[in-house]
């Protein structure tokens, strides 16, 4: 439902790392996995939720 409305679904690439997990094992939504710097360089260029 959230890649539905348009939101960027990521997986954390410290936990795809520890569970030794690849993007291939993940749902198609995910459209990519990123650290939490990369994160937050995307939540950076979002929308605000505060006036």
Do not use: N, R, W
Request: hydrophobic share 40%.
């Amino acid at each position: 439902m959230t890649a539905d409305t348009g939101a960027g679904v990521y997986a954390c690439k410290a936990s795809v790392d520890l569970f030794e997990l690849d993007k291939d094992d993940l749902v198609e939504q995910v459209q990519g996995v990123i650290t939490v710097g990369e994160f937050y360089e995307h939540a950076a260029d979002g929308p605000s939720i505060y006036p």
